[in-house]
């Protein structure tokens, strides 16, 4: 054990080490300042010239907006077209079908959205024809969108005022030839040096050394895993995601995957202060961040260390701690730590299975989801934790009598309107079709059967995890729910569709109304954003809007389980 603790410990040190020099690099490239990427520059002009886009023209935050949701709108057309023709379209060795309409539209905004949600098993659910040109493509463009969006909001706390904050397809077409694309090839090239197919052949059959006859799906994994991680994309070529052995062969693929989960979100807070010219604001972003990070890390390590009570109570020994659900190859600690890693960031990927965490670790996975603001996804996890740091400077300024200003802009009714309202909608969206869902259930348990394996307490937390999931562009779930119906095919796709574009329209409108202010030089009264007393005041602001949303959903599914058990 003492091991497996060291691997995690160095896996998330390894990560932060990598992060701080990846921050300072896209702060340079988004800058426009010179870098070692520049040979590039040729083909990016190329792309805006076929494309017939002046990348040099500066855009407002509605012209931004505007650009973000029409290619969005064009993404989505493509992607349901091929998902709802697949069957019929090329590289389909295997021959599978096309996805049924409200299969086709749930998997379609999920992909779309960075948030994966897969009510399908990926090697009988898609074709290597829409896992490449469809699924994987998503992957790059809809993780660049929130890096974009992103930067946008950089441009617009910068010091002056303006009305021009960069251009939308600059920072777009950067964040994929300069940051995911590299990234995610070297993550692919060292999946498949350890064994994860790249090829475009059809399934193998094999005989176990059980003497059983299977067939074993291959083609273009590893580069699709690549992106999964490093745009924290979460979508699984394979049924079981990282779970299986040739998505996530070795100890090796499980560091360097569950590193690349978080290693452009702590990058992009960093990225922040650097790139305004005050690395101590970037810094206290991260240490708010890993702060609550921790603080469901820790438990929920040490919990799946020590087992499963009502499993001890069995009589079975629980040494490896609980190992129900896990992959033997992998252990519980550094199962427990890709737990927590993939739902405080929208990753959603999974190298064990979520449904068989203990209670606690269960809830500590939803609270990651819920608070939405502890690294959260490339580039949208910032703007989620921006939100927060408008509420927490409202409050401080009430607090000591001051109007209140954040970098030299004073924040007023209008951006504390829009923030509470972004801050809100979360646990609306979650809150709302979990009971609706409940409800359903409740009135009619025999219909809605299929829907639990696990009716109860668990069977609830179920239902909230998969709302939560959504809610959080996350797409990870406890997999004991019959999600593959036109009621969660179709809920949670409204889900995600809201819970994506409202809280990058909502950062970006404020950020826009703060550029257009006048700047306000700093003087002996100005609230510091970048001291450790106002970190503490953001903590506080992000764990009391969670805890009071959902304490009440907690203790009706994960708590009450917990309580049962002890």
Partial sequence: MNK???????????????????????????????????????????????????????????????????????????????????????????????????????TAVSFLVNCNLQHYSGESGATYFSQVFCLMFLQFVTAATGMAACVVVFNALKEGTTEKLGNFYNYFVKSITRVLLPLSLAVALVLVFQGTPMNWQAKAPIVTVQGDSVNVSR???????????????????????????????????????????????????????????????????????????????????????????????MGVDQALGSMEGKEIRLGAPASALWVIQTTVTSNGSVNSMHDSLTPISGMNALLGMMTNAFYGGVGVGFLNFFVFIIVAVFISGLMVGRTPEFLGKKIEAREMKIAIIIALLHP????????????????????????????GYHGFSEMLYEFTSSAANNGSGFEGLGDNTPWWNIATGIVMILARYLPIIGPVAIAGLLARKKFIPESAGTLRVDTATFGVMVFFVIWIIAALAFFPALALGPLAEHFTLY
């Fill in 4 to 106: 497996e603790l060291l691997g995690i410990l160095l896996i998330f040190g390894g990560t932060v080490l990598l992060a701080i020099p990846l921050g300072r690099y896209l702060a340079t490239v988004y800058r426009g300042d010179k870098s070692w990427t520049d040979f590039l520059a040729p083909f990016e002009r190329l792309l805006f010239r076929v494309g017939g886009i002046d990348a040099t023209r500066g855009m407002t935050w509605q012209q931004h907006l505007v650009a973000l949701l029409t290619i969005n709108v064009v993404w989505f057309v493509w992607a349901l077209f091929v998902l709802c023709t697949q069957g019929s379209l090329p590289l389909n060795p295997d021959g599978n079908p096309s996805m049924t309409p409200d299969q086709a539209f749930n």
């Fill in 428 to 455: 609306l969206l979650i809150l709302t079709g979990t009971a609706m869902s409940a409800h359903l259930y409740a009135g009619n348990p025999t219909e809605y059967a299929a829907w639990l394996a696990n009716p």
């Fill in 219 to 313: 083609g273009p994994a590893a580069a699709m895993i690549g992106i999964k991680q490093i745009g924290t994309n979460g979508g699984g070529y394979f049924g079981v995601n990282s779970a299986h052995p040739l998505e996530n062969p070795t100890y090796l693929t499980n560091a360097v995957e569950n590193g690349a989960i978080v290693l452009i979100p702590i990058a992009m807070a960093l990225a922040f202060g650097f790139y305004l010219g005050r690395p101590k604001l970037g810094w206290m972003v991260f240490g708010v961040m890993t702060a609550g990070y921790l603080l469901l890390q820790v438990p929920t390590v040490a919990l799946e260390m020590h087992g499963n009570p009502a499993i001890s109570r």
